[in-house]
Each structure stands twice: as C-alpha cells, then as structure tokens.
C-alpha cells in the first residue's frame, strides 16, 4: 500500500526496502516538459564512504 510523500518527509531507517510509486499529475507530462526527460532525484542525506546507499528500479508501463 502507498501513502502520499512531501519533500522533507522521513520514509524509512537505514539498511530497509522503501518503494515508490510515481505518477505524473494527470497521467501525463505537463506542456512545457512535453519532449524532454522526466528526471526524480532523492537525496538519501547520506554523506559516509561511497557504495551500498541507494539501489534503484525504475518501471514503465509494467516493465523494468
């Protein structure tokens, strides 16, 4: 189940498995995007040793 999240908002401690599920307003880019790349950037706020602080899956349209 997916809950809605504000930038700023705490989602999970170290070393868990947090999803998300995003979805554009409307279903679709807006009109002065339409064309270029849709880019999500999370800062995990993590600032140690490179390696092992983020794994990502991006799916579309049911497909990785």
Do not use: M, N, Y
Not at 2 to 13: C, L, R
Not at 35 to 63: H, I, M, N, S, Y
């Amino acid at each position: 189940e997916f809950a809605p999240i504000k930038v700023g908002d705490k989602w999970g401690p170290p070393w868990s498995t947090t999803w998300f599920h995003v979805t554009l307003s409307g279903g679709r880019a807006p009109e002065v995007g339409r064309g270029q790349r849709v880019v999500a950037c999370f800062d995990l706020g993590f600032d140690g040793p490179t390696g092992f602080t983020c794994e990502a899956l991006a799916w579309k349209d049911g497909k990785p």
